[in-house]
């Protein structure tokens, strides 16, 4: 089935020294200007660490490579005395997208349902696209939201990808029970390897890969492999 439009979200967590950085845009440049891939139905985003975001924009726009930008989380409070938190609207001329709910911010920093309402509600107003992500097809989404990542906890970071045909049911329940449009971003082990079986299910409107996203050359393939669609 041919899609308007599949994103590819990667999320580098907590990684990358600014060095890291300035050589993963050169190399990710030079694979690019060998191969370029970007199709119009594909856009990448990538999440980045907030320390990251000024030098990475000069590089896409030096390199004019085809990425757009994110973040992995933002504040659940609007401004003002919340020593070391990072707010939206402080965001809000740097990126596009954040991660909201990850897994990991679920489990290590014990973020509940309603400090994640609160984040979207702030991301909104902000004017940066929220990505929530959800373990399963029946975690609560708030109403704002129109992208969701569904993560399952045991594909992150095992190597273990949900096969593409379950991942599209779980899309499928997840659209069916909201009462408006919404896109699926299936995340959990997507590689080079897998990431078009994913792109051509019917309900999954995107990939969001980690380990994928970190190396050039990998992130690169799996840009080439998802435009094959
Ligand atoms: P992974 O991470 O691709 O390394 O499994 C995905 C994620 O946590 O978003």
């Known amino acids: 089935m041919k899609k308007s439009q599949f994103y590819v ?8 020294s600014i060095d890291d950085v300035v050589v993963w845009c050169q190399d990710f440049a030079t694979l690019f200007t060998r191969e370029p891939v970007m199709t119009e139905t594909l856009k990448v985003v990538l999440c980045v660490p907030f320390i990251h975001i000024s030098t990475i924009k ?13 973040v ?3 504040s659940s409070f609007a401004q003002g005395a919340y020593t070391g938190e990072v707010s939206a609207a402080m965001l809000k001329d740097l990126v596009e997208y954040t991660l909201i709910g990850h897994s990991e911010r679920r489990n290590y920093f014990k973020e509940t349902d309603q400090d994640l309402g609160e984040k979207v509600k702030q991301t909104k107003n902000a004017g940066i696209e929220p990505v929530y992500c959800i373990p ?10 129109n992208f969701v ?8 970071g095992t190597g273990k990808a949900e096969s593409p045909e379950n991942a599209n049911k779980v899309a499928a329940a997840i659209k069916a029970r909201a009462n408006r449009t919404l896109r699926v971003i299936y ?12 792109a051509t299910m019917e309900h999954i409107d995107g990939v969001l890969p980690g380990g994928a ?15 094959h669609i």
């Open 9 to 16: 979200i990667g999320n580098w967590k907590s990684n990358k």
């Open 58 to 70: 000069s590089l896409i726009a030096l390199n004019r490579l085809p990425l757009r930008l994110g």
């Open 72 to 74: 992995q989380t933002v």
């Open 136 to 145: 399963n097809e029946t975690a609560f989404i708030p109403d704002q939201v």
């Open 149 to 156: 990542g569904y993560e399952p906890v045991w594909a992150i």
């Open 187 to 198: 995340g959990g082990s997507v590689t080079a390897d897998n990431v078009a079986a994913y």
């Open 213 to 227: 996203s970190l190396k050039p050359d990998t992130f690169h393939r799996l840009i080439v492999n998802a435009s």
